[in-house]
C-alpha cells in the first residue's frame, strides 16, 4: 500500500514518500526533486513537467503554468478577469460557468477545465511516486493553500479523482509544515503543560500564508491562519518586470508587451536576477541576446533599488502577522520560534520585515522547498493503516466563518445563525435539529463578503 504527499505549487511540485527508512522527498526522471508546475501541448504530443517547462519560450501559447490559482472560479470573477490580460495563453469560460484553458493541442483547439490539467500534472507526480516506490499508488495527501474556499478544495479533489488517486485528505500547507516540525521534536510540553507556540510563514510564489500553531506531545493545534493570497514572489518578479519593460522601451523604443515570446524570457530573466539579489548586494547585470527584433538588450539592478522598488509589498508583510496575534490574543513573548519556508522566504527584506516584527531570530529548520509534501506524506502514514507511526494528532481550523439559513416557520422571513466562526476547530461535525411539517430550504455560505473572493458555488 502506497503512501504519498504530493505539493502541488504555483511554479514547482514536490513528492514525498514514506518508506520504512522514514519520509523521503524523490526525484522525477530528470533527477530532480522538484517538478514544474507545467503542461505544454503540441500537434503530436503532450509534455508535463520539465519537459513543458523547457517549451515556455517556443510555444508560449500553448505552455500552461500558474493555473492553480483558477481552481473553483467562475470566468466572470472580476479576480480572473483582471488576470486575463496578463496571461500569455488564453483562458474561456467552461458551460458550467467556470476557467477554463483555450490551447491548439493534435492541431485542434481545444478547451480544458482547471481540473482536467490539474489531474494532467497530479498524473505526473503520480508515475514519479509509482517508479520510487515500484508498486500502484492511489492513496495520497494533496496540499491546498489554507485560505482555499470550498469550492476552490472540491476543485482540487475533481482533479485527484480525475488522475485515478484516492486523495485521504486535502492539507492546508501551514498545516503540513507544522506537521513536518513537531512530529520529530522529542522536547515537546506534555498534554498538562502550558503549549509551546510556534509561527510559520509560508511565503511562495503565488500567496503569502502565516499559521500560529500550539504544541504538546503527540499532538498540535492550528490556533490561527492569516494570509494576504494576493503577495508571493511572483509579484516582486512582476515589479522587476514592469521596470525592465519601461526601461527599454526608453532605452531600445521596444514594445515588450507586445510580443508574448518575449515577455516570457523577460519574466524568467527577472526571476534569476531576484534570487542572485538574493545573495549578493552589488550591481548585477540582466543581459538577454536577440530579445526583439534581433536586438540584444540589457540592464542593471542591486539589491537596494530591487527592495525600495517593492516597498508597497514589503509593508504588507506585517498585517498577516499582526491578524495571527490578534485573533489568538497572543503577545510576541509568547512565541517561542518562528519558521520559515517557501521559495521567497530567501528574499533578506522578506525575512528582515519577519524578524523584526517578531524581535527574534527566524528559525530555518525545516526545507523550505520539501516541507510541505513531507508534512503530506507523513499526514498520509498517519492515516493509512499500512504504516505505524507515532501517535500525532493534528487540529486545523476553518479560515472563513460559515453560516446557515432556513426559512423560519414562526414568522415570515429569513433566519441564520453563525455555525462555524473564524479559526473553530477542523474537522469538527454539529448536530442541528430543525422541527419543521413542510419541506423547507437551507442554505450554507461564508459569512464574510468583504474579504473573500468572488467564488462560484456548486
Avoid at 136 to 148: E, F, L, M, Q, T
Avoid at 257 to 281: G, I
Amino acid at each position: 500500500m502506497s503512501v504519498v504527499g504530493f505539493d502541488v505549487g504555483f511554479m514547482n511540485c514536490y513528492v514525498a514518500v514514506a518508506r520504512a527508512g522514514g519520509i523521503e522527498t524523490v526525484a522525477n526522471e530528470y533527477s530532480d526533486r522538484s517538478t514544474p508546475a507545467c503542461v505544454s501541448f503540441g500537434a503530436r504530443n503532450r509534455s508535463i513537467g520539465a519537459a513543458a517547462k523547457s517549451q515556455v519560450v517556443t510555444n508560449c501559447k500553448n505552455t500552461v503554468q500558474g493555473f492553480k490559482r483558477f481552481h473553483g472560479r467562475a470566468f466572470s470573477d472580476p479576480f480572473v478577469q483582471r488576470l486575463k490580460n496578463s496571461l500569455v495563453y488564453d483562458i474561456a469560460q467552461m458551460p458550467s460557468g467556470t476557467t477554463g484553458i483555450k490551447v491548439m493541442y493534435l492541431e485542434e483547439e481545444k478547451v480544458f477545465s482547471i481540473e482536467q490539467v490539474t489531474a494532467m500534472l497530479l498524473t505526473k507526480l503520480k508515475e514519479t511516486a509509482e517508479s520510487a516506490l515500484k508498486k500502484p499508488v492511489a492513496d495520497c495527501v494533496v496540499s491546498v493553500p489554507s485560505y482555499y474556499s470550498d469550492a476552490e478544495r472540491r476543485s482540487v479533489l475533481d482533479a485527484a479523482q480525475i488522475a485515478g488517486l484516492n486523495c485521504l485528505r486535502l492539507m492546508n500547507e501551514t498545516t503540513a509544515v507544522a506537521l513536518a516540525y513537531g512530529i520529530y521534536k522529542q522536547d515537546l510540553p506534555a498534554p498538562e503543560e502550558k503549549a509551546r507556540n510556534v509561527v510559520f510563514v509560508d511565503v511562495g510564489h503565488s500567496g503569502y500564508q502565516t499559521s500560529v500553531c500550539a504544541f504538546n506531545k503527540g499532538k498540535l493545534k492550528i490556533l490561527s491562519t492569516a494570509s494576504d493570497p494576493e503577495l508571493g514572489g511572483k509579484d516582486f518578479d512582476e515589479a522587476l518586470v514592469k521596470h525592465f519593460c519601461e526601461e527599454f522601451g526608453n532605452k531600445y523604443k521596444l514594445d515588450v508587451k507586445s510580443k508574448p515570446r518575449a515577455l516570457v524570457r523577460l519574466y524568467q530573466e527577472c526571476e534569476k536576477l531576484k534570487k542572485l539579489m538574493s545573495a549578493n548586494s552589488s550591481d548585477l547585470p540582466l543581459n538577454i541576446e536577440c530579445f526583439m527584433n534581433d536586438i540584444d538588450v540589457s540592464g542593471k539592478m542591486n539589491r537596494g533599488q530591487f527592495e525600495d522598488m517593492c516597498a508597497d509589498l514589503l509593508a504588507r508583510v506585517e498585517a498577516p502577522l499582526q491578524s495571527l496575534l490578534e485573533n489568538t490574543k497572543l503577545k510576541k513573548e509568547d512565541i517561542y520560534a518562528v519558521e520559515i519556508v517557501g521559495g521567497a522566504s530567501r528574499i533578506p527584506a522578506v525575512k528582515e520585515r519577519i524578524s523584526k516584527f517578531f524581535g527574534k531570530e527566524l528559525s530555518t529548520t525545516l526545507n523550505a522547498d520539501e516541507a510541505v509534501a513531507r508534512g503530506c506524506a507523513l499526514q498520509c502514514a498517519i492515516l493509512s493503516p499500512a504504516f505505524k507511526v507515532r501517535e500525532f494528532s493534528t487540529t486545523d481550523v476553518v479560515p472563513y466563518p460559515i453560516s446557515l439559513k432556513w426559512q423560519s416557520a414562526a414568522e415570515e422571513g429569513l433566519s441564520d445563525c453563525e455555525v462555524f466562526p473564524r479559526n473553530h476547530a477542523a474537522p469538527f461535525s454539529k448536530v442541528l435539529t430543525f422541527y419543521r411539517k413542510e419541506p423547507f430550504s437551507l442554505e450554507a455560505y461564508y459569512n464574510c463578503p468583504n474579504e473573500f473572493p468572488v467564488l462560484i458555488c456548486r
